[in-house]
């Protein structure tokens, strides 16, 4: 019995099954490699955008002293947008704007300026809780403390409700 035309199918049909294997190996690899190789890039040229914004505002607060906001901003996208077309890296406007607006907020930060928004946000963070948020505020706090985890809660959390009602402090849970 001649057994060499199934050990050539048998060989044929392994070659191919390796093949196949070989080749959907080949392809996830080169997925998982390019978007690896794109997350790298990205994060490269958000970076590069935001050094960018940061000199587009520098640029603009020292050449434009006398305008205003919107003309200000409109300038530094434009700047930003120019910069970032010579170094081949392709943005959304918003993402040029919000980079800008971070820029200018950080700088507000840093120069002790606040934003705009801060009034409102003061007026909420002093307005008192209801007394079943205070209540549950305490009753985590009081957990937390007894399961030695009292360091892990800042000490405005914990003291803030049982400051404003002293009744949360009795409070037992069942």
Do not use: C
């Not at 505020?137 to 892990?152: I, K, T």
């Amino acid at each position: 019995m001649d057994f060499q035309p199934y050990i050539s199918d048998i060989a044929q049909a392994f070659v191919g099954l390796l093949s196949a294997v070989a080749i959907t190996a080949f392809f996830w690899l080169k997925k998982h490699f390019i978007n690896w190789i794109d997350s790298k890039t990205t994060g490269q040229q958000r970076e590069t955008l935001h050094k960018v914004a940061e000199e587009a505002f520098a640029f603009v607060e020292t050449t434009m002293t006398g305008q205003k906001g919107a003309e200000k901003l409109n300038v530094a996208i434009q700047y930003a947008s120019t910069h970032l077309g010579e170094m081949g890296i392709k943005m959304d406007p918003a993402a040029i704007r919000a980079a800008i607006e971070k820029a200018v907020l950080l700088h507000k930060a840093a120069t002790g300026q606040g934003a705009k928004t801060e009034a409102p946000t003061d007026q909420q963070q002093s307005a008192p809780l209801p007394d079943h948020v205070q209540q549950l505020l305490a009753a985590v706090s009081a957990f937390a403390m007894a399961e030695g985890q009292g360091n892990s809660v800042p000490p405005t959390e914990a003291a803030t409700p049982q400051a404003t009602n002293p009744a949360s402090e009795t409070m037992m849970i069942p």
